[in-house]
């Protein structure tokens, strides 16, 4: 049992004769046990966070290669991911003949998303996500979750071409 030793009063210099005080004795066993108790009761009915995950459904690996599937450019939407939390959008795909009109947009609500909306009228709709060697990681989990917002059916994460990269320095945007 824990005890607290207090020190009894006698023992002083003076003539007088003083009664002898008890030392009162505190039991701490009681205390710790409902301590313990209190805690573990405490751990058992937290609930942990759980992480959050995003479901990312991959694509059937094609048997060979004459499998491959052809994109409409009128079915095409192109999105490139820039540096500095920058993003470029164009309509269809980028032909040697042919030079899209770039358009910069942002991550917001009116950004990108309106972009992604006005498009959804198209089922055969095919979002292209290109993101650039300098654009970071975040950036491509705001534009996963733009396409589970809007509810895009069809979407590839595609590696960007030197064409889409001198598009952007070109466009001066």
Same mark, same amino acid.
């Given at each position: 049992?824990?005890?607290?030793?207090?020190?009894? =009063?006698?023992? =002083? %210099? =003076?003539? %007088?004769? $003083? /009664?002898?005080?008890?030392?009162?004795?505190?039991?701490?066993?009681?205390?710790?046990? @409902?301590?313990? *108790?209190? @805690?573990?009761?405490?751990? +058992?009915?937290t609930t942990f966070s759980k992480p959050t995950v995003m479901q990312v459904t991959m694509p059937v690996k094609p048997k060979d290669d004459t499998e491959k599937s052809?994109?409409?450019?009128? #079915? /095409?939407?192109?999105? @490139? *991911?820039?540096? #500095? #939390?920058?993003?470029?959008?164009?309509?269809?795909? *980028? /032909?040697?003949?042919?030079?899209?009109?770039?358009?910069?947009?942002?991550?917001? /609500?009116?950004?990108? $998303?309106?972009? +992604? *909306?006005? $498009?959804?009228?198209?089922? #055969?709709?095919?979002?292209?996500?290109?993101?650039?060697?300098?654009?970071?990681? %975040?950036?491509?989990?705001?534009?996963?979750?733009?396409?589970?917002?809007?509810?895009?059916?069809?979407?590839?994460?595609?590696?960007?071409?030197?064409?889409?990269?001198? +598009?952007?320095?070109?466009? =001066?945007?």
């Amino acid at each position: 049992m824990a005890e607290i030793q207090q020190s009894s =009063g006698g023992g =002083g %210099k =003076g003539g %007088k004769k $003083r /009664a002898k005080k008890m030392s009162t004795k505190i039991d701490m066993t009681p205390m710790v046990d @409902l301590a313990f *108790l209190l @805690l573990t009761f405490f751990m +058992l009915t937290t609930t942990f966070s759980k992480p959050t995950v995003m479901q990312v459904t991959m694509p059937v690996k094609p048997k060979d290669d004459t499998e491959k599937s052809e994109i409409k450019a009128s #079915n /095409a939407f192109t999105i @490139l *991911l820039g540096e #500095n #939390n920058k993003i470029y959008y164009y309509d269809g795909l *980028l /032909a040697n003949d042919t030079k899209p009109e770039l358009k910069a947009s942002s991550y917001d /609500a009116n950004g990108i $998303r309106k972009e +992604l *909306l006005a $498009r959804k009228s198209n089922p #055969n709709l095919v979002v292209l996500i290109k993101p650039d060697d300098k654009s970071n990681y %975040k950036n491509m989990v705001d534009i996963l979750d733009e396409m589970n917002i809007t509810d895009q059916k069809k979407y590839a994460l595609v590696d960007i071409s030197k064409a889409d990269t001198d +598009l952007i320095q070109s466009s =001066g945007l």
